[in-house]
């Protein structure tokens, strides 16, 4: 027999507050235009784009999470001091070490925090969301939060057709904390690395460092390989998490996808069968592709502008590079 004791965590988790940052500065087509040949109507055809935000140099990954978590925390109606664990999604935090999340929970006033960075691209804040879960469930967090955040306009080819109009910065977070009722439901994530090609980083950092290559690295992928992959076996990983959850399309209330692209957004509704009344997430729009970012910043967004409500029913997934993939079904704070 074991002589290890249970842990003594809380029966369930919830999402308890959700703050968003939006860098200050905000980048129309029109801008992307001077690099490119394209035009606006091609880039809002083929993405459903019009504007995103860029970063200033003084917006760095840490400052736009310390506003976001701020945000976050107040929502959640709880002190920085009760926060247990900081977890931090980003591809664009270029300091290796320490992680990024040590100096965002130092500056919030977090007292001796677990805190770690993941890197799990656009489906970064579903692996931060379940690690979250897992921390209050176990016992060694009651509060955690849950940040993803990217500057992608430093990783960006503003030369590249393909992606130079789909990237933009910005910060999303939540509160996790205890629940006595299921409102973080079952994970459905994976990853298929033998189409991790389609979605990368240009080349190695040692690769430029070594002076192999001049062109500083940046964002690349392969549009129709992605969409497809997007569309049709997302769609599957978004029932599975229904599934698993144990609802149906009918019991949702909001639809809360990475933001990547409005096509895939609508295809994803289509092959999901979504009812009418689904408010479905298109803040794509306005902030571009945020990777980790993203569906914090949508789910923010839809809460501060009435589309959606709290306690409302949400199916979230995000995928991205990896290619790497999570689903769940959470109740809205």
């Known amino acids: 027999m074991s002589k290890i004791k249970p842990s003594k965590g809380a029966p369930y988790a919830r999402i308890m507050g959700v ?16 690099t490119i040949d394209s035009s606006d109507e091609w880039i ?7 504007t995103r935000h860029w970063a200033s140099p003084e917006e760095t990954v840490a400052a736009m999470s310390v506003e976001a978590s701020g945000k976050a925390i107040a929502d959640a109606g709880i002190t920085p001091q009760q926060i ?5 999604s980003t591809v664009s935090h270029f300091k290796q070490t320490p992680a990024v999340a040590t100096e965002i929970a130092d500056k919030i006033g977090a007292i001796k925090p677990a805190a770690f960075d993941i890197s799990a691209g656009c489906a970064g804040f579903g692996y931060g969301l379940t690690l979250a879960k897992g921390m209050i469930v176990e016992g060694s967090a009651e509060y955690v939060l849950v940040i993803g955040v990217e500057r992608l306009s430093d990783l960006t080819d503003l030369e590249d057709r393909a992606t130079a109009f ?15 009722e299921p409102k ?18 240009t080349v190695p950092w040692d690769d430029y460092r ?30 599975q998490a229904l ?38 997430a298109r803040d794509v729009e306005t902030t571009g592709n ?31 590079a990896g290619l790497v993939y999570a689903a769940t079904v959470v109740t809205l704070p």
């Open 210 to 239: 070594n002076g192999t290559v001049e062109k500083f690295p940046a964002i690349t992928q392969e549009g129709q390989a992605v969409f497809r992959w997007a569309v049709f076996e997302m769609a599957k990983v978004a029932q």
């Open 166 to 180: 789909l990237f933009g910065d910005g910060a999303g977070a939540v509160v996790v904390g205890p629940s006595k």
């Open 84 to 88: 247990g664990g900081v977890i931090v």
């Open 44 to 50: 809002r055809s083929r993405s459903g784009i019009a």
């Open 19 to 34: 703050g968003g940052y939006r860098p200050t500065r905000v980048v129309p087509n029109e801008v992307i235009l001077e």
């Open 184 to 201: 973080i439901g079952p994970t459905v994530w994976g990853s298929e690395g033998d189409k991790s090609e389609t979605i990368k980083q």
């Open 243 to 280: 599934d698993a959850a144990g609802i149906s399309a009918d019991d949702l209330d909001v639809f809360i996808p990475h933001q990547a692209n409005m096509r895939i957004i609508d295809s994803m509704v289509k092959t999901l069968k979504l009812p009418e009344h689904v408010t479905v």
């Open 290 to 320: 945020t990777s980790a970012a993203s569906i914090p910043l949508a789910m923010e967004r839809l809460l501060a502008t009435g589309a959606a409500k709290s306690g409302d029913t949400a199916l979230v997934i995000g995928f991205g």
